[in-house]
């Protein structure tokens, strides 16, 4: 199972970015899918959380800014950011975990099996 995450870059204050994962090995039948961030310095914090069957959840912070979907056809994930601010820079990593087993707690990456190598997202001020 690989997870591809990439749309990252350098963007001001207000702007929209649309980050997606590629997921291969599995279809996202059955699975959920999650996105963390970890900016320089700091703990690596969830973001969103596309649970299979359920709704998708957000953190705080970025609710009402952020919106996460799938893409079955192209079995991705995607993140679109808007009215980005200098607290969003970080490295943005999507996650996987098959939703039938037992015990999954969506903000906690530890609950997730797979784990995408990352892109950055810098907004500059």
């Known amino acids: 199972v690989q997870l591809q995450a990439s749309g990252g870059g350098l963007v001001q204050t207000g702007d929209s970015l649309t980050l997606s994962c590629a997921v291969s090995g599995v279809t996202l039948t059955n699975y959920h899918m999650g996105w963390f961030r970890q900016a320089p310095g700091k703990e690596r914090e969830f973001v969103a959380a596309?649970?299979?069957?359920?709704?998708?959840l957000y953190a705080d912070s970025v609710k009402g800014r952020f919106a996460a979907s799938r893409d079955n056809a192209k079995n991705a994930v995607t993140l679109q950011m808007n009215s980005l601010k200098p607290e969003d820079t970080a490295v943005y990593y999507c996650?996987?975990?098959?939703?039938?087993?037992?015990?999954?707690?969506?903000?906690?990456?530890?609950?997730?099996?797979?784990r995408g190598q990352g892109t950055q997202v810098t907004v500059s001020s």
């Open positions: 596309l649970r299979w069957g359920r709704d998708t």
């Open positions: 996650t996987l975990r098959n939703a039938r087993r037992v015990g999954y707690i969506y903000n906690a990456i530890s609950s997730y099996d797979y």
